[in-house]
């Protein structure tokens, strides 16, 4: 009997030391595969999705980790630590443009009920949306209308993380928040990669990955077109805003752009993939020689040499103010920072064009003019 009684002591002990049972993941699909995007992983599970968001400030930890469960499926058991959200995504606020116009490009506009600073929507799906009431103004990023969210019953927000900041009162409500991670990735075609994620929030997969392929092929194809170039221009790009000229480091998002182009970036020995504060001197000194100078600006009346140098009479010490060769980017007419984010080729295409003409003898720009 004690015999007995110690089999049973043993079995007991054995079982209570067992594991709880974990999450199995399965066959990843080739789509899965995260080709360019530092900024999030893909892994699949039996009953959910779970997509781990990398804090872009610090690699080596996890800023989120999204827990994609379907709608009207019982909630898994074995989730790990994360926040579960229930795809496909319905009644969501959006705080910028970029996202508004990645949803409307995945047939999901219609799951948009709030945006936040909506003067700068130029998607005719969201300023319809807004016009008919459809979509409510939530007021500045920086500070929703949290009460509207509230009342309109938003389930989502999705919203761009910034360092040592955080989304005030919209945390507070419990409302969970889909941080979007995708502007700080240094590769144009990892930002674009960054479509694939949207896209599983909305069981668009397919159509995700096929915008995203179709993006990567065109891309690709430039880029090599551009190597064909015999000369790499030097290229200077923005103006000053109030004391300082802001100059994108080497490894950023515009510096990979300029060399994708084949152009010849005046500031590559900058490190970094942030933007260093510079003295105008500074730039002038290293920059006045610059073959070709791009800058982007939002306002109702055309930029000309004439209103630049208005603005601030020794940018005409430049070479490429005194050879006419300033390319601009009226960004309040033209759909530049909707569309570049999730087809970087439209900007690729652009690019090659203002430094090798030549390769492109019968395009018409998209986004950049030569100032008049």
């Not at 009207?72 to 606020?93: D, Y």
């Not at 508004?100 to 949306?129: F, H, R």
Request: with cysteine.
């Amino acid at each position: 009997m004690k015999h007995f009684v110690s089999i049973c002591f043993i079995l007991l002990v054995a079982a209570c030391s067992q594991p709880a049972k974990q999450a199995t993941s399965v066959q990843a699909n080739d789509s899965d595969t995260i080709r360019y995007a530092t900024g999030f992983t893909v892994e699949r599970f039996d009953d959910f999705i779970s997509v781990e968001v990398i804090d872009p400030w610090n690699t080596t930890q996890v800023l989120q980790r999204y827990l994609l469960v379907e709608r009207g499926q019982a909630l898994p058991g074995n989730l790990p630590k994360g926040t579960v959200v229930r795809v496909p995504l319905r009644k969501i606020a959006v705080y910028t443009s970029v996202h508004a116009s990645i949803i409307d490009q995945l047939g999901e506009a219609d799951k948009i009920i709030g945006v936040c600073e909506p003067q700068y929507m130029d998607s005719p799906t969201i300023q319809e949306g807004l016009q008919s009431g459809r979509i409510v103004d939530l007021g500045m990023a920086t500070s929703p209308n949290v009460e509207k969210m509230i009342d309109i019953d938003v389930e989502y927000i999705i919203a761009s993380p910034f360092q040592n900041s955080n989304y005030g009162q919209a945390e507070k409500i419990g409302i969970p928040i889909i941080e979007a991670a995708d502007y700080m990735e240094p590769l144009p075609l990892g930002r674009a990669e960054w479509g694939r994620f949207y896209g599983l929030l909305f069981q668009k997969e397919a159509m995700a990955d096929s915008i995203f392929r179709d993006t990567e092929e065109r891309y690709l194809a430039l880029k090599s077109l551009a190597k064909t170039a015999t000369k790499y221009p030097t290229v200077l790009s923005e103006k000053r805003y109030g004391s300082f000229w802001y100059i994108s480091g080497n490894d950023s998002y515009i510096a990979h752009f300029f060399k994708d182009a084949s152009a010849d970036y005046i500031f590559k020995d900058i490190p970094g993939s942030g933007s260093t504060p510079l003295a105008f001197e500074t730039v002038l000194d290293q920059a006045m020689h610059a073959d070709i100078w791009l800058m982007k600006y939002n306002q109702t009346d055309e930029m000309t040499y004439k209103s630049l140098r208005d603005e601030y009479t020794p940018y005409e010490n430049f070479d490429a103010w005194k050879n006419r060769n300033i390319y601009t980017c009226n960004t309040g007419k033209v759909p530049y920072y909707e569309e570049f984010p999730i087809h970087p080729d439209y900007l690729l295409e652009d690019l090659i064009w203002v430094f090798h003409p030549e390769l492109l003898p019968d395009y018409t720009p998209r986004y950049y003019q030569k100032m008049e």
